[in-house]
């Protein structure tokens, strides 16, 4: 059996009230417009056999009767109507306003999940991330670990720097549409590097992921990163009820990588992505290392 829906029943009340207060006010005037066949001249009367006129005249009683009781009917449905429409709107409001207020506190819940990171936290999340990337570009045997902890080391403290700044840059533009919030973890799930969040209808909300590669552009990460950013868009659009705009921004070292290895990685990005409803207005900026200060924000909050 499906479950009832209350918010149905009471606009079938508000409904029904408002016929019913219609036909109190259509009613008297339509009976009264009626001469139900009734007038009839006196001397077509005279020509009627008695038991016609004998129908005649009891039709003529009942039509008198009922026309008495037409007021009351009337207010009746008149009564009858309004109680059934303010029953209905009354109830209607209150369960709308406890929708509202269950809608509101969702969003509240939401706010307060949206939780910057510790610096211990942004630390153990640049050292993951450096990690993949190595994992991927440079695979090494478990006995050559120790001699390549000093580089990993200064390739974590480069990448902690490169992200802040980018975050640097966005807070400095100080867009009167965007609250930018780096470094974020959404409900105690996933970590954000920028979310820019709209404080103006005319925009959508952004959520920026930071890679930085020191040495090369690695294909085989693209579909991590690709997943990773589509798992964060599709959980903070369902929970916050708000669209969103990725972005991928891929910071490299020119002196290393070729401009054949960007627009390879970046063909890929597209091949990977295109498929994916939530990554259909990706964008992404290559941004040479030593020209962070000089990127355009505008690019990435235009509409």
């Known amino acids: 059996m499906e479950k009832i829906d209350y918010g149905d029943i009471n606009k079938f009340l508000v409904s029904v009230g408002i016929v019913l207060i219609g036909l109190s006010i259509v009613t008297p005037y339509l009976y009264l417009k009626e001469d139900f066949g009734l007038y009839i001249e006196l001397e077509k009367f005279q020509k009627f056999q008695e038991p016609v006129k004998d129908l005649i005249v009891s039709k003529q009683v009942q ?17 009858t109507g309004l109680l059934s429409f303010v ?3 009354v109830r209607w409001i209150k369960r709308q306003s406890k929708l509202d207020e269950k809608f509101d506190k969702e969003l509240h819940k939401l706010e307060l999940e949206i939780v910057a990171l510790s610096p211990e936290e942004k630390e153990k999340k640049a050292i993951q991330e450096v990690q993949e990337i190595e994992k991927v570009e440079q695979p090494v045997l478990a006995t050559q670990t120790i001699t390549t902890l000093p580089s990993q080391h200064e390739y974590v403290r480069k990448y902690m720097v490169i992200e802040k700044s980018i975050s640097d840059i966005f807070q400095n533009y100080n867009s009167p549409y965007f609250l930018v919030l780096s470094q974020q973890r959404i409900g105690h799930k996933f970590e954000i590097d920028i979310l820019l969040k709209s404080i103006s209808k005319k925009y959508l909300d952004r959520i920026i992921e ?10 085989q990460i693209i579909r991590d990163i690709i997943n990773k950013l589509n798992t964060q868009i599709s ?10 705009i990725p972005v991928l921004m891929i910071v490299y070292n020119k002196e290393k990588i070729s401009a054949e290895n960007i627009l390879r990685f970046q063909n890929k990005i597209v091949d990977e992505s295109i498929n994916i409803p939530n990554l259909e207005r990706l964008k992404v900026e290559f ?4 020209e962070i200060l000089k990127f355009d924000v505008g690019r990435i909050i235009k509409k």
């Open 287 to 290: 941004i040479d290392e030593t």
């Open 63 to 79: 039509v008198s009767e009922i026309q008495k009781l037409i007021p009351y009917i009337s207010l009746g449905l008149f009564l």
């Open 87 to 89: 029953i209905g709107l």
């Open 210 to 219: 930071i890679k930085y590669f020191q040495n090369n552009l690695p294909n």
């Open 235 to 244: 959980y903070y659009s369902d929970a916050s009820n708000r669209r969103v």
